[in-house]
């Protein structure tokens, strides 16, 4: 059974800081997807990681792939307050369509 | 393009009625994915649908759940005789199921109280 584990699960940061959310997961996988979720919303794709070695950047937001480690991580440079969020990342199998396993999601609060 | 839209936004179910939820997909997808996430968790995956065809339901509750996708119209979720841990958010997802387009994009979701 594919397990993914994040940490931390909470994260309480000062604007202007640096921080990486770390994405473990148990079986080998094709994909990697990371999420953000704002109170009472839907799932927001923030990245999709295909390949050993992906590296993608939004802003202040960079996610990373080691599918050899079977770890992401999600960086955030310079904290603002808009960032603040619960992130997940899901990791999918291949053979199994889109379905998605999700880990516990990692609540980021932003403080000014 | 409207995206994933899930109805009813919240429904308020007293113990033993049943809940119906609806999920209509993004335009041109026809695999349907239902999750339901519990307060301060993630989502757990419940069930994967084809038009007319269940392929994937590992994630269901063996009683009480059921899901369905239609030749026309959305997909339901159906609980029957609904307890207080069903209350939950229920987030349906679509993707074009092809092996590009296996990206997920979620509805609002539907979120259930059992009083």
């Known amino acids: 059974e594919l397990k993914v584990e994040q940490n931390p699960l909470f994260l309480s940061m000062q604007e202007g800081k640096n921080y990486t959310i770390y994405c473990n997961y148990s079986t080998t996988s094709d994909r990697l997807y990371w999420y953000r979720q704002d109170p009472g919303k839907s799932l927001e794709s923030l990245f999709v990681?295909?390949?050993?070695?992906a590296v993608k950047q939004e802003g202040r937001l960079m996610a990373s792939l080691d599918t050899k480690a079977r770890l992401s991580t999600l960086h955030i440079t310079a904290a603002v307050h808009d960032l603040s969020a619960t992130y997940f990342c899901a990791v999918g199998l291949e053979g199994s369509g889109s379905r998605l396993t999700f880990g516990e999601g990692t609540q980021l609060t932003v403080n000014p | 393009n409207a995206g994933v839209m899930q109805n009813p936004r919240h429904l308020v179910r007293r113990r033993g009625q049943e809940a119906r939820l609806r999920c209509s997909p993004m335009k041109g997808h026809s695999h349907v994915y239902w999750y339901r996430q519990l307060p301060e968790e993630g989502l757990k995956f419940m069930v994967y649908?084809?038009?007319?065809?269940?392929?994937?339901e590992s994630g269901m509750p063996k009683e009480r759940f059921s899901a369905e996708f239609p030749k026309e119209g959305p997909s339901i979720l159906r609980i029957q005789q609904v307890v207080r841990g069903d209350s939950a958010a229920y987030f349906c997802a679509s993707s074009t199921g092809t092996a590009l387009g296996r990206e997920l994009f979620f509805g609002e979701g539907s979120r259930l109280t059992v009083l």
């Open positions: 649908l084809q038009k007319e065809n269940i392929i994937d």
């Open positions: 990681l295909l390949s050993n070695g």
